[in-house]
């Protein structure tokens, strides 16, 4: 009983961490953790194959660029932003 408990919690920690892992922004050990589960457990690979799958429709799907206007006022807010947390700390 034990060991299925186990294997549940390495699901839900992988299942998880999927999308940290599927951007590259999980560490080095938790990475090499989630890849050698995702290489024994055919349900957790799939949910992954999923999602970089629908990942790529979208990316194919979505391909608009912002206009040169929008894309000013956004950099510029972000730099407004940005004055206001470096000056407050």
Do not use: W
Request: aromatic residues 4%; negative net charge; charged residues 35%.
């Amino acid at each position: 009983m034990n060991e299925k408990s186990d294997e549940r919690c390495q699901c839900e920690e992988a299942l998880d961490k999927l999308e940290e892992y599927l951007d590259s922004e999980i560490g080095a050990l938790d990475a090499d953790r989630l890849r050698a589960h995702l290489d024994e457990c055919t349900s957790c690979f799939g949910e992954a194959e999923l999602e970089q799958r629908l990942r790529a429709v979208l990316r194919r799907s979505c391909y608009e660029t912002a206009p040169e206007t929008l894309r000013i006022r956004v950099r510029s807010q972000i730099t407004v932003i940005r004055s206001r947390t470096s000056g407050a700390g």
